[in-house]
């Protein structure tokens, strides 16, 4: 299948790309950008397709047998090693694992208010338990079943998602009302990704394993106030959040081989939010 990407360092035509947490909001369009340098997707994602509203113009991809869908829940190590087998036996191996899967409570859509969101005097036990189950057990799964097919073939690329909230604190004063902040689950997780993915970089570079890591700031999306997107921006030298699509370059390109020198890296992409 041609593609604009042909014959360039970013075509990933023949490559076979999974992509835990495909169905979220960077996911999606990750899933997008790889089927256009040409790549085979699986996603990988606790949402299940039939409760997902799929972009029309992916619908043909599906038909061609270049994008598959495999229910999972990444905390489960079974379900995970099923995962990896269907997709095997579908596209025949494993070249690049994106690892965009994190907890922000309900899976569908982001909720204000909700125990995810609490102050750290308030936050619940349960919740701090579950995000790390997610963001860090369910990555060590991910990322020790399929390295494991990638060690045994010698090669591979796996891309970690952190966050500008990983490298700095939280700046409470931007949400105001909202019931939106960024709790200290989801940092101190993201955070731990970034070590984490220089670790399997360092011990997985004779395999000719490439590790790195992607840390996006502020995406716009519906739910958040128009307050909250003007405070944000104005923090943020470029002046605006990003949108959904802005994260597809910077993927491709530490997917393809256009990085190809490139490992245990962090990849900031947050408009010059943690410039100052």
């Known amino acids: 299948m041609s593609t604009e990407y042909e014959n360039t360092l970013f075509s990933m035509a023949g490559k076979v790309v999974v992509i835990v947490g495909g169905l979220g909001q960077i996911g999606i369009n990750t899933v997008a950008i790889m089927l256009e340098a040409g790549a085979k997707v699986a996603v990988v994602d606790i ?157 997985w570079a004779g395999y000719n394993i490439r590790v790195n890591t992607i840390s996006p700031g502020g995406v716009r999306n519906a739910n958040q106030s128009d307050e909250f997107v003007e405070k944000y921006s104005d923090m943020t030298p470029l002046n605006r959040m990003a949108a959904p699509t802005e994260y597809q370059g910077a993927l491709l390109f530490l997917a393809s081989d256009a990085s190809s020198y490139m490992t245990g890296a962090n990849l900031v992409v947050d408009g010059g939010w943690t410039a100052w």
Do not use: C
């Open 47 to 203: 949402i299940s397709r039939q409760d997902y509203d799929l972009p029309e113009s992916m619908a043909g991809y599906s038909d061609k047998k270049m994008l598959a869908f495999f229910k999972t829940d990444i905390t489960n190590e079974s379900q995970v090693r099923r995962a990896a087998e269907l997709v095997v036996r579908l596209f025949g191996s494993i070249d690049v694992l994106i690892n965009h899967g994190h907890y922000k409570g309900d899976p569908l859509q982001l909720r204000p208010h909700s125990p995810f969101f609490a102050p750290v005097e308030d936050y619940p036990f349960e919740i701090w338990k579950e995000t790390i189950d997610v963001n860090l057990n369910g990555l060590f799964l991910v990322s020790k079943i399929f390295g494991k097919l990638m060690v045994e073939q010698k090669r591979g690329v796996i891309i970690n998602t952190s966050s500008t909230y990983g490298i700095v604190s939280a700046r409470q004063t931007i949400y105001g009302d909202s019931g939106i902040n960024s709790p200290i689950s989801y940092a101190a997780t993201k955070a731990a990704i970034l070590n984490f993915s220089r670790y399997l970089a360092t011990h």
